[in-house]
């Protein structure tokens, strides 16, 4: 669902983000706590958002968490178990807070709009006049399309200043601005991370609880399953169907519950409408950039020389609100994908802790997390978890531990990385289907295989949509190595693709397992 990530490069007035918030694919069929797992990650999305002053993309995941939390969510078959009540109410109480939010930023959202929509009259008018003074000067040439074209664009770096809008920069050609953001976004944690260390808010103890019980429920089955005494590793999730993506028309897309009268996000969008006068927006206080602390000592690339300066106190602070990251790839769809940002030496760092393993002929499996910037994803974390193996498999044992451990860290999960010991660098049909575990959540998830014995020693790949995704969220079988009907399943990720190597990013490994 989290498929239609969208980046808005041209000010819109909120009605138009809003049908872009409701444009997602909903599979009701995907069990609730993955869900709410979705929806956590849309809400840390909108927050990195506004964080990065960026109103009309943190008003559009806002909004799409309140659509999801409130007309999807209560219809889903598991929305009646007891234990998902609680986190149900506690979302929806994120989402009460969201509306605050949502309203504080309509206001400004509509000014600039509107005052794009007069800047772009103005410019209209400048040309005709100029193309008056032209035909009445005789003169012949015409202004080239280039120009046109370019007295069009209100956006990107001829922003015009009472429109602020961001500059907006090719992610593979501003490494060195992305790499600077990424230690001035690790030094803003760690600060707050002393400031603060407390642990989970309630939301996430409610999800991981609902997780945790989830899970059990799951092993219990399983347990029961597997008779013969071998121990069953729980095989990942299966996504019967998705639906086809429907059009902007969210009345289309209600639920048949609520036909009859006005659905809850209409009735939001609708108080929102008629509510009182908006207060002016807040001034957020992260606008600031914290005081410089020493720099950490961590898995960089200080072996290789790297073309990036290292130095953070000779050159001027980069501020996320200043710029943004266009997408620099797309899916088979159409759908544009946030860049992600990748440390060079993770995959040596991830083998040096693989390599027990490796030797031994069993798969090791890390996963990637990392945080959202000026909309660009930055991978900052390679956490091993616990997990169990085979020569040709690897699975996770404590996914409640990993969702504890990014809820701590307010970290979004982009992917996972692992080992074939002996096999050649593919995604086998099990990996394609963990995959698509990730991809369904977040449509930039990436898998990046490592096969040590063999050329090419790795590879980043992702689901093709269409028609990859769908066609593995549907199958029902569960072998180790079953055959597909569909070939073209997945591509790669990085030649060419979204996922882009960022030398001078820095990233720890968190190694969960006890
Ligand atoms: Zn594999
Ligand atoms: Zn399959």
């Known amino acids: ?78 929305a009646k178990l007891a234990e998902n009540r609680k986190p149900l109410a506690q979302a929806n109480k994120v989402v009460h807070r969201n509306l605050k939010t949502l309203e504080e930023l309509r206001p400004g959202i509509n000014k600039r709009h509107q005052r794009y929509e007069e800047a772009m009259a103005r410019r209209r008018e400048e040309r005709e006049k100029a193309a ?47 790499a600077k953001l990424a230690r001035r976004e690790e030094k803003k944690r760690r600060k707050a991370y002393t400031a603060e260390q407390e642990g989970p808010d309630d939301l996430s103890k409610h999800i991981i609880e609902a997780g945790k019980r989830g899970q059990q429920t799951f092993q219990d089955r399983n347990d029961r399953r597997s008779s013969n005494g ?21 009345k289309a897309k209600s639920p048949p519950t609520y036909r009859s009268r006005e659905s809850p996000a209409r009735e939001i969008l609708r108080q929102l409408d008629s509510g009182p006068p908006s207060l002016p927006p807040k001034e957020r206080e992260y606008s600031q950039s914290p005081p410089p602390l020493p720099s950490k000592v961590s898995y960089d690339d200080r072996n ?77 974390k390679l956490v091993i978890p616990e997990q169990e193996a085979t020569s040709d498999t690897c699975e996770m044992t404590d996914e409640v531990g990993l969702w504890e451990y990014c809820d701590r860290e307010d970290l979004l999960t982009l992917g996972w990385i692992h080992t074939h010991p002996t ?44 028609p990859g995704l769908k066609h593995i969220l549907s199958c029902r079988q569960s072998g180790i190595f079953h055959p597909h009907s569909e070939t073209n399943l997945y591509t790669d990720a990085m030649k060419p693709g979204h996922v882009c190597e960022l030398p001078g990013l820095e990233f720890e490994v968190v190694d969960l397992r006890k």
């Open 1 to 78: 669902m989290a498929a239609n990530a969208v980046h808005l490069p041209t000010p819109l007035n909120v009605e138009e983000i809003s049908r872009k918030a409701a444009d997602y694919d909903y599979d009701p069929d995907i069990p609730l706590r993955y869900w709410l797992r979705t929806a956590d990650a849309i809400q840390k999305q909108a927050q990195s958002y506004q964080r990065d002053g960026d109103d009309q993309d943190a008003y559009l995941f806002f909004l799409r968490h309140a659509l999801l939390v409130i007309e999807k969510l209560p219809t889903h078959s598991e």
């Open 132 to 178: 008056d003074e032209r035909r009445r000067n005789g003169a012949q040439q015409e202004a080239s399309l280039a120009d046109e074209m370019d007295g069009m664009n209100l956006g990107g770096n001829r922003g015009d200043s009472s429109i602020n809008q961001k500059r907006s920069l090719e992610a593979k050609e501003h490494r060195d601005l992305a």
């Open 230 to 250: 071998a121990k069953f590793v729980a095989a990942p999730p299966r996504y019967p169907t998705v639906p086809q993506k429907s059009d902007f028309d969210m």
């Open 304 to 380: 290789t020389p790297s073309p990036v300066p290292r130095s953070t106190t000779a050159t001027p602070d980069v501020n996320p609100r200043d710029f943004t990251f266009k997408p620099s790839a797309f899916l088979e769809s159409g759908t544009p994908l946030r860049t992600i940002f990748l440390p060079p030496n993770l995959r040596s760092k991830f083998l040096s802790f693989a390599s027990q393993a490796t030797s031994m002929n069993r798969e090791f499996l890390g996963i990637l997390c990392g945080t959202l910037i000026s909309n660009a994803f930055f991978i900052s």
């Open 423 to 466: 096999q050649t660098c593919f995604m086998s049909s099990r990996d394609l289907h963990t995959h698509g575990g990730y991809q369904a959540q977040m449509a930039e998830s990436i898998a990046i295989v490592c096969a040590p014995r063999h050329e090419p020693s790795w590879g980043v790949f992702r689901l093709t949509d269409p």
